[in-house]
């Protein structure tokens, strides 16, 4: 399917990270989130039914990547993943888990991880 949902910069206060001081303070992580669908049904009723309701989505993102604890932002963005993919209307998902505040060595602007799943 050639149909999808864009949610982009979905920010979240988190406890990912390998460190203790990640795991207990927390930091903010941003999620983009692609779904694939099809718009069909919902582009000929023009009712709320038979779409996708983003704000659901979104809020569902939040709160799954707020209230889980993992080591890796990989781990983060296979589980968003697979809750988007739980919905039998999305055939694939991608999604980028950023990570804006990672603790790295160098100078940086931005670490993230991509997945791209279908069913």
Same mark, same amino acid.
């Given at each position: 399917? #050639?149909?999808?949902?864009? !949610? #982009?910069?979905? &920010? %979240?206060? +988190?406890?990912?990270?390998? !460190? /203790? ?12 989130? &692609?779904?694939?669908?099809?718009? @069909? +049904?919902?582009? =000929?009723?023009?009712? !709320? ?8 989505? @979104?809020? $569902? ?15 983060? =963005? ?6 988007? !993919? +739980?919905?039998?209307? %999305? &055939?694939?998902?991608?999604? #980028? %888990?950023?990570? /804006?505040? =990672? /603790?790295?060595?160098? /100078?940086? &602007?931005?670490? =993230?991880?991509?997945?791209? $799943?279908?069913?």
């Amino acid at each position: 399917m #050639t149909d999808r949902i864009d !949610l #982009t910069d979905i &920010s %979240v206060r +988190a406890h990912h990270g390998v !460190l /203790p001081v990640e795991k207990q303070r927390g930091q903010a992580f941003v999620v983009d989130v &692609s779904a694939f669908t099809d718009f @069909a +049904a919902a582009a =000929a009723s023009d009712d !709320l039914d038979d779409a996708i309701d983003y704000d659901d989505l @979104a809020q $569902r993102i939040h709160d799954l990547v707020a209230a889980e604890k993992h080591n890796l932002i990989e781990k983060v =963005a296979a589980r968003v993943a697979e809750s988007v !993919l +739980a919905d039998s209307r %999305v &055939s694939r998902v991608i999604v #980028t %888990v950023h990570k /804006p505040d =990672a /603790p790295l060595s160098v /100078p940086f &602007s931005d670490v =993230a991880v991509t997945v791209d $799943r279908s069913r």
